[in-house]
């Protein structure tokens, strides 16, 4: 089974542009989460989505938004870019109706905002 | 916010050594996790040990959790360089979320 895939890998924006990034989960899971990594930090969590439903969203500002579509591939969107937007951000996919349960991650969008 | 809490930030081992990582979190869980994150394997789900499991192994990984302290410890036997990578626990509170600690920088030296 091929592992979950995220484009583009990498990405530079400018400070008020927008940006979506794109998640393909593993074949079969209908349950994707969205995270937020900076240097020193944990995973922020963004948001999950299961079955096109947002179950969870995160503390982030509206900028941040995201959707899934009925083949559970997942985009997320981020309007009016922020130096603070600069992270990498990892797509997860999850097998059971649970996210919380093993989580299969992708390789990430590495954004930088300039 | 985050609610897990690693310790060490870091930890700096000889190859052979034992590791051990410590986690820690604030309110009652349905379970834990940790995962490895290294530039070459991306993120990985280790082991998740469930909330009524005290213990639980997985190859030279075990994990201990201790719900009345709210901790938990992941212990690495027999370090390999190929253990070098950051270690995170997350936590599962039933909101459809799970709760990252800022993980454990772990470093093998040869």
Redesign the interface.
Known sequence: KAGVTQTPRYLIKTRGQQVTLSCSPISGHRSV?W?QQTP??????LF?Y?SETQ??K??FPGRFSGRQFSNSRSEMNVSTLELGDSALY?C?SSPAD???????????TRLTVT | SQQGEEDPQALSIQEGENATMNCSYKTSINNLQWYRQNSGRGLVHLILIRSNEREKHSGRLRVTLDTSKKSSSLLITASRAADTASYFCATDHSNYQLIWGAGTKLIIKP
């Open positions: 989460s995270y020193g930090q944990g995973l922020q969590f999950e299961f179950r969870n995160g503390n990892l997860a649970r996210s919380t349960y093993e989580q299969y991650f992708g390789p990430g």
